[in-house]
C-alpha cells in the first residue's frame, strides 16, 4: 500500500471487508488510506452507534408487556397482550409474540430494554415531542442541532474523519443528525442519491463537492477529493449487488431494507460511526389489535429486521450499539375503537455486543389507577437522555455531555450502565 498508483488485490482487500459493498478488482491504495484510516475516538476503536426511531408513538405496554400487572388486563380487555402469549423476560415483563426474533437476543445477554422511558415535556403533539427528542432538549424549541450531531462533536477527534462518519438512511438529513458535524442522507444505495436538508435529495457529486470546495485548507480538499472518488466508485460498483451473510434474510420492507444498507455500509469499512434510521406506522388509535393485528405487523417488521442486522453483522456486532426511541408512549387504558390514545413513558431497546442484556432496566411506577401520570399513563422514571447519553458516553467515547445534552446533567455516575 505504499504508492497511490499500486492496486490492491481482490483477494487482499477482502480484509478490509469492503469487497461486498465495492465488489471491484484494484482500489488505488490512496482511497484505503484517506477513507478508512481516519481517527476519531470511535474509529479507533470500531465503534459503532446506530439509533432507531419508531415514529407515531409506539405502544410500549404492548411491546414490553407487565404481564404480571393486574390493572393492565382491566384497562385493556380487548387488546391486551394474554399472558400465556406473551414472551418472558424475567418473570414480570415479557415481549410481544411478534417481537419472537429479539428474545433469543435477550437470552444470549445482547438485549437490554429500559421500560418507563421518555422525555419529561407534557406535550401529545407528535411533532413537538419528536422534535424535542431529536434535539435532545425537552420544551427548547429554539435548539437548532441534534443531540446525535453534538454526540459527534463531543467525541475526542484526533484527525479529519470520514465522510462517512455519520449517515442516515431517508431522502433528507434528519433532525437528530443537523448540525456542525456533516452527515450524509442516504436514500437508496442502489442509485446513491444523497439528500441534503432540502426536501429534495441532491446528486452525489453536487453534496460531497458543497461539503469539501468551501475550504482552503489544501489538505482537507485532497481528502475531499479522494473522497469524492471513492463514492464515485461505489457508485459504480453495483451495491444492489450486496448479498447478506448466510442464512440472514431481511424483510423485504423499507425498515428491512434501511437495516439491511446501514450493515452495507458500516461492513464496507468506510468510517461510519453513528447510523440513524426510522420507522413509522405507530400511531394505533383504532383497532390497534393484540397478538395479531395492526400493531403486532409492525413490530414483527421491526423485530425482525434489527435481528437480521445483527446477525449480519456477525463479529462486527461485538463493536455496535443499537438504541431505539419513540415520542412518546400510549395511554394505559384502551379507547373506545380498540386503540390507544398519546401518552407519556415508553420502552426503549438497547442492542449491542458491549451491553448488559438480559434484564429489564429503569424504576418500574406500576400501573394502579393512583399511580398513573395525569391518571392515564406510564409514568417516566427514567430520562431518555440518561439513555442516549450512556450510549454515546461509552460507545463514540462523548465525553463532554454537556455539550450533548445542554440545560441537563447527565452524570455517568446516574447511568444505568447496561453498556
Known amino acids: 500500500m505504499g504508492c497511490s498508483s499500486c492496486g490492491i488485490t481482490r483477494r487482499g482487500f477482502m480484509k478490509g471487508g469492503a ?20 481517527m476519531t475516538t470511535a474509529a479507533a476503536n470500531k465503534k459503532k452507534l446506530v439509533v432507531l426511531f419508531q415514529r407515531g408513538a409506539v405502544d410500549g405496554l404492548n411491546m414490553v408487556v407487565p404481564y404480571k400487572e ?19 423476560l424475567d418473570g414480570f415483563f415479557g415481549l410481544h409474540p411478534a417481537m419472537a426474533a429479539l428474545k433469543p437476543l435477550y437470552d444470549q445477554g445482547h438485549l437490554a430494554i429500559v421500560h418507563a422511558a421518555g422525555s419529561p415535556d407534557t406535550t401529545r403533539s407528535h411533532f413537538d415531542a419528536q422534535d424535542y427528542m431529536e434535539s435532545g432538549t425537552p420544551g427548547v424549541k429554539s435548539t437548532t442541532d441534534g443531540w446525535l450531531n453534538r454526540a459527534l462533536q ?23 443528525l ?17 439528500g ?8 452525489i457529486s453536487n453534496a460531497f463537492q458543497s461539503m469539501y470546495d468551501d475550504s482552503t485548507d489544501s489538505l482537507l480538499h ?35 431494507n434501511s437495516l439491511k444498507q446501514v450493515a452495507q455500509l458500516m461492513k464496507a469499512n468506510l468510517g461510519v460511526e453513528a447510523a440513524f434510521s426510522d420507522i413509522g406506522g405507530w400511531d ?4 390497534q389489535g393484540n397478538s395479531n393485528g395492526q400493531l403486532a405487523n409492525r413490530l414483527k417488521d421491526f423485530s425482525d429486521s434489527i435481528a437480521a442486522f445483527w446477525q449480519d453483522m456477525g463479529t462486527d456486532a461485538e463493536n455496535v450499539t443499537l438504541v431505539t426511541m419513540s415520542e412518546f408512549g400510549r395511554t394505559a387504558r384502551q379507547n373506545g375503537t380498540g386503540g390507544t390514545d398519546h401518552g407519556h413513558a415508553n420502552a426503549m431497546l438497547v442492542l449491542g455486543g458491549p451491553v448488559k442484556g438480559g434484564k429489564v432496566y429503569g424504576k418500574w411506577p ?27 458516553y461509552k460507545t463514540l467515547g462523548s465525553k463532554n455531555l454537556a455539550l450533548v445534552f445542554p440545560g441537563y446533567e447527565v452524570d455517568p455516575g446516574d447511568f444505568l450502565n447496561f453498556i
Do not use: C, W
Not at 393486574?70 to 418472558?88: C, F, G, H, W
Not at 448540525?179 to 442519491?193: M, R, T, Y
Open 19 to 38: 469487497l461486498a459493498l465495492v465488489g471491484t478488482s484494484t482500489i488505488p491504495s490512496f482511497l484505503t488510506r484517506s477513507v478508512m484510516a481516519e
Open 70 to 88: 393486574s390493572n393492565y388486563y382491566a384497562m385493556r380487555p380487548t387488546i391486551a397482550i394474554k399472558q400465556q402469549e406473551v414472551l418472558d
Open 154 to 176: 463531543a467525541e475526542l477527534l484526533r484527525g479529519k474523519p470520514s465522510a462517512f462518519r455519520a449517515v442516515a438512511l431517508g431522502a433528507q438529513i434528519p433532525r437528530t
Open 178 to 194: 443537523e448540525g456542525k458535524v456533516p452527515a450524509i442522507a442516504l436514500n437508496n444505495l442502489a442509485d446513491f442519491s444523497v
Open 196 to 203: 441534503g436538508r432540502g426536501p429534495k435529495a441532491a446528486p
Open 222 to 256: 485532497g481528502t475531499g477529493e479522494e473522497t469524492f472518488e471513492a463514492i464515485k466508485m461505489l457508485k459504480a460498483a453495483d451495491p444492489a449487488q450486496y448479498q447478506p451473510a448466510a442464512g440472514v434474510v431481511y424483510p423485504n420492507t423499507p425498515f428491512g
Open 284 to 287: 394505533t388509535h383504532q383497532n
Open 366 to 392: 406500576g400501573l394502579e389507577n393512583d399511580q398513573l401520570n395525569e391518571g392515564r399513563d406510564l409514568k417516566v422514571t427514567t430520562d431518555f437522555r440518561r439513555v442516549l447519553g450512556e450510549a454515546a
